[in-house]
């Protein structure tokens, strides 16, 4: 009993010493009065240093330093309350700077980084990253590199240019470095040497530094066996192919090595035996040949990413079978073999795929190849995609109906293959597919709602060009909010496609060569009013434009080739391209909307009366203008041929001022120069014009023309000195006029006429160099026999001044009868304005092509776009 009493006893003093200790630690742990009681306050020369950081950012736009303050209560001092500042618990001292920006286009913070950093002598933590902090010399600073108690250093997309300090080799402790840059070439770096001083190092980001001669750099990674991740994309190295005798990165899980161009077989890289890669990026990295076996190894790759893996230079070592064997790769979540010149069977594709169950594959990207074949019944094994591409392939036969078994699929591309059948209706199973491309292809068969029963989330379906039949009623309403509709030349009317009207939220409308015969609907341009892109050219609308189509988004508008009639509404304000060529509108040209972004304007071949207005000066941008074959009278305004404005920018102005029936005249009045083309129509609707006047003397003043056609007018007058300004002027034709006088010398004008000696014939008048005909006086003046007489015995004098007399005398009478007489003055007014009417612009050029062919050259070159991809891919 006495035992267990004194052990009792001994237990509640030791009990009681133990509280006693705790609470005298706690004390110690204690902040000043008034400081926060949670942390200690922050010592008062780090609060000073981050000041001082603070006056050496010139510009604070997301007010982050505002909490940064000297004066204010108390706890408003302490820095370790500060915005981006983290301090020890036990200590004080800051051990975190958290000051990262908005990145590229609006960074939080200007201006430059501080020495005053130094002051913080526990900083573990600093990243910047975002911001313009690159100051007026724009180097990265050497300071840095004394931060040596630093593990984490963001200077990512700060705007530096200049080498690498060396000094940055000093930060032992480092764990993460990322120095990349927003622009390539800003830093560069001939030595990575400093990188081995940091054997701790665990990520490195050196994206964008040009490297290109760092050649040994496999060798300075392969020393950083604490390495995890290493990004070295758009370095601009040299190769990959270098020999490691003994591999250190036994910890290496993700890399970057994309965007460089190593031109080197595949299969001699360095980093195939790195198996414990989870992330590997190399892509448009230019190494050609087959694919090594090694990889099949890889098993810990999740992403594997080899698109765009071609190289300009050989078009034979690019070509690549898919013979590689990935049945083991379990953990491969994302394959990309975009573009990678692939050929052979797409079956045999999907059998090296893995096979692992469960399947944990959720991305296959195999567009831009050269695969054929058909796809295999039995895809639906790989239920966990989420994205399947095989665009851009020779892929044939139908689609799967085991497609419907990929329940978490978000984004089907099969477009630009020769897919044949039916689309199956399973389909319309996917409820989580948001993205749905089958364009040009050779499908048919009918679509109705039943495709789409479960697609709740599908938002972009393009099933454009192919032979296909759309069933769907106007009072059927999509359970998906479309934004992206796309069924250009499949089979949609007659009727107008009216459940389209539901989905408010469409953003792009293509439903041209559509078949649909009906007339615009009444709520056209409410139920349209978010599209910005819309074409329903080649159809068969009737009917008038909406009025309040100026209340409508629209950017594009393509309504060509239908039967609409009445007079064009108010233009959509930012609308740039508006096609509404061969229908039958009429009335005048509309006026230049407020804010006047016109860039193309199609108009040909419609009723359209009246003036081009002096309003269509606003349209600065202008691009083309085509308002031919219609029934626009008087010349386009003068200003219309200075809206090119700007240097290199391209004009096009096709203009007829009548029209001749089904026959117009195919020689043109042309001007065209270094991409600006002004095309009238003459007002005869001959054989040939009959252009008059004089050739405008300061034609020299359009520095950028490169052919110029005048031949076969009626032009009279001398030749233009400021022709020979015109150094670009490539070709030259004056022939068959009645030009008259000196031609103008210049080095150019006799290098034109060395290469075209005839572009002068047919002008009896001209003379001098480089014709023989002589320009002397004696040529020109007629020979006088004596005072005032010619050889043929007139005066001249005397006959000029009694047509003078003559001239004053019924001048004055036809001015009194206008001054008496009111419908007389009246009648004379619109003479004028008639003759004026008739009067022509002349600058420049005849058509050597017709219009058409100016057109296809418009039209071709917005296939690019288009086409550039497949052309990489192909070579084509």
């Known amino acids: 009993m006495h035992c267990l009493a004194a052990t009792m006893l001994v237990l509640l003093c030791c009990c009681c010493l133990f509280l006693a200790t705790q609470q005298q630690q706690q004390q110690q742990l204690q902040p000043a009065a008034g400081g926060n009681r949670e942390s200690p306050s922050c010592i008062p020369h780090e609060r000073d240093a981050l000041l001082a950081f603070k006056d050496g950012v010139t510009s604070d736009l997301g007010g982050v330093l505002s909490s940064w303050r000297r004066d204010g209560r108390h706890d408003e001092q302490d820095c370790c309350r500060w915005r981006g500042v983290r301090c020890s618990n036990r200590t004080g001292h800051v051990h975190e700077l958290r000051l990262g920006g908005g990145g590229t286009f609006q960074p939080d913070l200007a201006g430059q980084i501080s020495p005053s950093l130094l002051a913080l002598d526990h900083l573990e933590h600093l990243d910047l990253s975002g911001n313009d902090l690159a100051g007026p010399t724009g180097r990265l600073p050497e300071f840095l590199g004394s931060l040596k108690n630093l593990k984490y250093l963001d200077l990512s997309g700060i705007p530096f240019y200049g080498g690498l300090p060396p000094q940055l080799g000093n930060l032992s402790r480092l764990q993460y470095l990322d120095l990349s840059n927003l622009y390539y070439g800003g830093m560069n770096s001939t030595d990575l040497s400093w990188l081995t001083h940091i054997p701790s190092i665990q990520y490195l980001n050196l994206n964008r530094v040009n490297l290109s001669t760092v050649a040994d750099w496999p060798r300075v990674m392969n020393m950083l066996p604490s390495l995890r991740a290493l990004h070295l994309s758009f370095c601009s190295l040299a190769s990959a192919n270098q020999s490691l005798p003994h591999l250190n990165l036994t910890y290496l899980e993700e890399l970057d090595a994309s965007l460089n161009s190593f031109h080197h077989p595949m299969v001699t890289s360095w980093f195939w035996n790195i198996t414990s890669l989870r992330f590997l990026y190399l892509n448009y990295t230019s190494m050609y040949g087959q694919f090594p076996d090694a990889l099949g190894d890889m098993t810990s790759l999740q992403v594997l990413d080899l698109s765009y893996l ?169 359970p998906s909010t479309l934004k992206y509709v796309s069924f250009a030349s499949c089979q949609m009317g007659p009727l107008f496609p009216g459940w389209l009207q539901w ?247 006799d290098t034109l006429y060395a290469g075209y000696p005839s572009m002068y014939i047919g002008n009896i008048g001209l003379c001098g160099h480089p014709l023989q005909n002589n320009c002397s006086s004696e040529r020109h003046a007629p020979k006088q026999g004596g005072l005032g007489r010619t050889e043929e015995g007139y005066g001249i004098p005397f006959f000029y001044l009694g047509l003078g007399c003559g001239f004053v005398v019924g001048i004055w009478i036809a001015f009194g009868v206008l001054l008496f007489k009111r419908n007389w003055r009246i009648a004379c007014f619109r003479f004028s304005d008639k003759l004026y009417d008739k009067v022509y612009v002349l600058v420049a050029t005849w058509a050597e092509q017709d219009k058409h062919k100016l057109i296809s050259k418009y039209e071709a070159k917005a296939m690019v776009g288009v086409s550039t991809k497949i052309s990489q891919c192909m070579h084509v």
């Open 503 to 749: 989905n408010v939220s469409i953003t792009y409308l293509d439903i041209s060569s559509a078949a649909i015969a009906d007339r615009i609907p009444q709520r056209f341009s409410d139920a349209f009013s978010n599209v910005w892109f819309m074409n329903i050219s080649n159809n068969q609308l009737n009917g008038t434009l909406p009025a309040d189509m100026g209340s409508m988004s629209l950017l594009e508008l393509y309504l060509s080739s239908n039967k609409l009639t009445g007079q064009i509404p108010t233009l959509p304000p930012n609308i740039h391209t508006l096609d509404l060529s061969n229908n039958f509108l009429s009335g005048p040209l509309p006026s230049a909307t407020r804010s006047a972004k016109l860039r193309q304007l199609s108009l040909f071949s419609n009723r359209l009366t009246g003036h081009i207005p002096e309003s269509f000066c606003k349209y600065q941008q202008l691009v083309v203008l085509d308002l031919s074959n219609n029934f626009l009278e008087g010349e386009p305004p003068l200003c219309l041929g200075f809206v090119y404005g700007l240097e290199g920018a391209r004009i096009e102005l096709w203009y007829h001022s009548k029209n001749c029936g089904d026959k117009y005249d195919e020689h043109s009045f042309i001007l065209e120069g270094a991409g600006i083309v002004l095309w009238f129509h003459s007002k005869n609707c001959g054989d040939r014009n009959h252009l008059t006047g004089v050739i405008p003397k300061k034609i020299g003043e359009m520095r950028s023309l490169q052919s110029l056609d005048l031949s076969r007018n009626m032009l009279s007058g001398e030749i233009p000195a400021s022709l020979s300004n015109l150094t670009f002027l490539s070709y030259l034709e004056l022939s068959y006029n009645d030009l008259t006088g000196r031609i103008p010398s210049g080095v150019q004008l």
């Open 310 to 478: 071609f190289d300009y230079h050989d078009d034979d070592k690019n070509m690549r079978s898919m013979t590689m064997d990935l049945k083991n790769l379990c953990n491969l979540e994302v394959l990309n073999l975009e573009c990678t010149l692939l050929y052979g069977d797409v079956a045999e594709l999907f059998r090296n795929l893995p096979r692992c169950s469960p399947n944990k594959l959720q991305e296959l990207d195999l567009g831009s190849n050269h695969l054929t074949g058909m796809l295999p019944r039995w895809i639906g094994q790989f239920m966990s995609l989420v994205i399947l591409n095989f665009n851009w392939n020779k892929i044939t036969g139908s689609l799967p109906t085991s497609v419907g078994q990929f329940t978490g699929l978000q984004i089907l591309d099969l477009s630009f293959n020769n897919l044949n059948g039916h689309v199956p209706y399973e389909i319309g199973k996917l409820s989580n597919l948001t993205y749905l491309d089958l364009n040009t292809n050779k499908l048919d068969g009918t679509i109705t709602e039943e495709h789409f029963a479960s697609a709740r989330s599908l938002q972009y379906i393009d099933l454009s060009y192919n032979a296909l039949k759309i069933e769907i009623s106007s009072d059927w309403q999509p």
